[in-house]
């Protein structure tokens, strides 16, 4: 009797192929499943924020007083102001008349607000969210003897504000170069 060794070669080659086979499919099939348990969810942290301002302020007949700054955005926040004259007629349109700070009686607070070199007053402080600034302005009055007024115009005083978050250091720094930041106080 004669044995055929290439057909029992084949099947043992097949049992072996189809053995490996399976021990691959079960080592992926375990590794996955334990990649998915394991790995678990990741929450994303960035989040994006909010800078923003707003002018408080009083009027009381020609008179604005108590100008002040408020943090209305959701970071802490460094705040600036300009102060924009203008001379007006009776409907309101600017004139070509020279206005300053001159033409004014004003009592500003150069305490916590200084004015930069750019012509922006800064207040020194950081504010946090909702948070305002100390009086920029405390009173302001339009001078009687100035020529505008003598003219017949109306000065319009606009308080105009800008805020920029308060962190990193260099945002503000780079922003804004007429001051700089010295640790949690602006200085000119």
């Known amino acids: 009797m004669k ?25 992926v099939t375990g590794t996955l499943a334990y990649l998915f348990v394991s790995s678990g969810l990741s929450s994303n942290s960035f989040r994006a924020v ?24 959701d970071i802490d926040a460094f705040v600036r102001a300009a102060l924009v004259l203008t001379w007006e007629d ?33 207040c020194k402080t950081r504010l946090s969210p909702n948070g305002f600034t100390p009086v920029l302005v405390t009173s302001a009055s339009v001078k009687t003897d100035c ?12 308080i105009l504000s800008e805020a920029i978050q308060a962190e990193p250091e260099a945002a503000v720094n780079s922003a ?10 602006l200085e000119g």
Not at 50 to 73: A, D, L, R
Not at 107 to 116: R, S, V
């Open 50 to 73: 909010n800078v923003n301002c707003e002018v408080s302020e009083s009027f009381s007949g020609s008179s604005k007083s108590n100008v002040m700054i408020q943090n209305t955005g």
């Open 147 to 158: 020529d505008g007024y003598i003219a017949g115009y109306h000065l319009n005083l606009q």
């Open 90 to 122: 009776d409907n309101g349109n600017a004139v070509n008349e020279s206005a300053s700070l001159a033409d004014l009686n004003i009592n500003l607070n150069t305490a916590d607000w200084f004015c930069g070199c750019d012509g922006y007053y800064y």
């Open 176 to 185: 804004w170069t007429a001051v700089h930041l010295n640790g949690t106080v």
């Open 3 to 27: 044995f055929d060794n290439s057909a029992n070669c084949r099947g043992k080659a097949a049992t072996l192929l189809v053995s490996l086979l399976l021990i691959f499919g079960i080592t």
